[in-house]
């Protein structure tokens, strides 16, 4: 267990999906922390601290709001930030892939500008960690560094260009940072547990559609022929364990979190198909050429309608074509000796399904 007159850590977001996990894996390592709640959510979060177990300490919890000037804090929090904390670790962000840019840009880039005010003014900051996102790369192809940012890159939507943005603002601040890039980011590999409907989600809850249709066991499926567009997915316990332990790494420094496990959208896709019992005989086709081309103005409009009737955002579509890995190089070689692994896909797929199927209908899009 690390010392905890090492400072309490401030985290925002820590009401949120990761933050949740991440939370827990400090509060296990001995961290003392402060979490920057809305009111709003207070109560579930309390209601969450409560079911931890009973060794762990309590985080405090101050009540406030990114968007608003000193992020909405009293004297007293601020205060008492200013002593206590040594750390801010920056998880809250507006999450929609079809929200717009306002919105993007005011929780994202103007709610991080206002974090990294907060976090100048601690009296013994060490460390400032920002949650960024894979999503930085927007339409880069090819192999996405580390240390890579700006390559002029365009973006599918706002969320996308939002952390972009924050990343820069976060690397300009002259405060000692690390940046962490989750790829797409799925349940728990051991229990399977999320708690949001998004990213391979959307996917699973098609298929779980589809496999209630008669015959639906027997039904030809197509595929795609592509082996070199690859998903980023990276189970949350990983992302957590991973992150806990990274934020002792160099500063200055991104790391990607994803799972090494080289998968492919199509092996995804396929060990999902048959982990939902369609076990019928699969075609393969290329798909990229044909997807770019929906992404084209006069087709776009119907493909755009036709998605949201599948319940999956469009925007997403723009991922599966781009053929960009994400090297995850320093993130492996910083966590080399710390037992800090991630599981293979297949491994932990069989937990992802089963978790979606009992508790499908709990399961909420962003908000
Ligand atoms: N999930 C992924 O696949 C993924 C992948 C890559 C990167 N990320 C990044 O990881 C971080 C956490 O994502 P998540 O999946 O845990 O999302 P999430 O479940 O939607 O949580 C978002 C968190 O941000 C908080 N928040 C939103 N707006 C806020 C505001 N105006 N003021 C204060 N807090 C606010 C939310 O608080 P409430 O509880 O009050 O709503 C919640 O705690 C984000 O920065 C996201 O960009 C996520």
């Known amino acids: 267990m690390e010392a905890t007159a090492d400072g309490a850590v401030f985290v925002t977001g820590g009401s949120g999906f990761i933050g949740r996990f991440v939370t827990q894996a400090l509060a296990r390592r001995g961290r003392r922390l402060i979490l920057l709640c809305r009111s709003s959510s207070r109560s579930r979060l309390e209601a969450r601290l ?27 929090a601020r205060a008492r930030l200013r002593d206590e904390a040594h750390q801010v670790l920056h998880l809250a962000a507006a999450y929609r892939l079809s929200m717009g840019e306002e919105e993007a840009r005011a929780v994202n880039v103007d709610g991080t ?21 894979i999503a930085v790369s927007g339409d880069a192809e090819g192999t996405f560094g580390e240390d890579e940012l700006d390559r002029g890159q365009g973006f599918f939507h706002a969320y996308g260009k939002s952390k972009f943005e924050s990343e820069k603002v976060v690397r300009q601040s002259g405060l ?18 999320a708690d949001k409907l998004d990213g391979a989600y ?61 998968l492919s959208y199509r092996e995804f896709y396929e060990r999902s198909l048959r982990a939902f019992g369609l076990t019928g005989p699969i075609l393969r086709r290329p798909v990229r050429r044909s997807v770019r081309l929906l992404m084209l103005p006069p087709l776009r409009q119907i493909a755009s309608a036709a998605a949201e009737r599948l319940g999956m955002p469009f925007a997403m579509l723009g991922h599966v074509l781009y053929r960009v890995r994400y090297d995850d190089a320093r993130a492996r070689s910083a966590l080399a000796g710390s037992g800090v692994t991630c599981p293979p896909f297949p491994s932990y797929l069989p937990q992802l399904v089963e978790f979606f199927r009992r508790h499908e209908s709990d399961l909420a899009e962003p908000a």
């Open 176 to 193: 000692p940072w690390r940046v962490f890039r989750p790829g797409v980011v799925v349940g728990h590999s051991q229990t399977g547990e």
């Open 113 to 133: 500008r206002r974090v990294l005010e907060l976090a100048a003014g601690l009296h013994h900051l060490r460390a400032f960690h920002l949650v960024s996102s």
């Open 50 to 76: 409560a079911a931890w177990p009973p060794e762990l300490a309590r985080p405090t919890i101050v009540a406030g709001d990114v968007t608003r000037p000193d992020l909405g804090l009293d004297e007293n």
């Open 202 to 262: 959307y996917l699973f809850r098609a298929l779980s559609r589809l496999a209630r249709l008669p015959l639906a066991a027997r039904l030809p499926l197509i595929s795609m022929r592509e082996e070199d567009l690859f998903f980023p997915l990276v189970p949350v316990d990983y992302l957590a364990a991973a992150m806990t332990h990274l934020m002792a790494a160099p500063p200055h420094s991104a790391f990607h979190l994803v799972d090494p496990y080289p």
